[in-house]
């Protein structure tokens, strides 16, 4: 099946740890109201929501007070947090509208968790080969 999808290399989040610490770090731009906000995020099938700190939202001009809230799990859970719907710009790939739970944290990672990064992108992990791709949905068929 055809479809576009790009490749990005895995990157070491601690270099006393090398190899070991090899991660799915995307880079992203985040958009809202006309403003943008550079990200770089944790593509993370294991999390249940897509995830940005306190910073991110403020740098886009989100508005705490009128957002909804929303519950945490994990080693985010004591985090309070509230609804952030925005655009997401991923490489070449058309605009995809993005939800986040916007942390009221800076102590928590950009997150591109099941809800909605993996709703809006299909992404193919190869950790052996220190790659993985992000694609339209449906890009490697089923």
């Known amino acids: ?12 989040r601690d270099p006393a740890a090398g190899a070991a610490s090899l991660a799915p770090l995307l880079p992203a731009r985040l958009r809202l109201g006309g403003v ?6 944790l593509v993370d099938s294991g999390a ?4 940005v700190p306190w910073s991110v939202g403020a740098r886009l ?4 007070d009128i957002a909804a809230p929303v ?3 994990g080693n ?11 655009e997401g710009l991923v490489g070449a790939f058309a605009p995809r509208r993005l939800a986040f739970a916007w942390s009221r944290s800076d102590d928590v990672p950009v997150l591109f968790g099941q809800v909605n990064f993996l709703l809006a992108f299909d992404v193919l992990l190869s950790r052996s080969g220190g790659w993985f791709e992000v694609g ?3 890009v490697w068929g089923t």
């Open 61 to 64: 001009g989100a508005d705490w």
């Open 48 to 51: 249940a929501v897509s995830v």
């Open 36 to 41: 943008e906000a550079a990200v770089v995020g």
């Open 76 to 86: 985010l859970a004591a985090a309070e947090a509230r609804v952030l719907v925005c």
């Open 136 to 138: 339209e949905p449906g």
């Open 71 to 73: 519950s945490l799990t």
């Open 1 to 12: 099946m055809s479809g576009h999808r790009e490749r990005y290399r895995f990157t070491v």
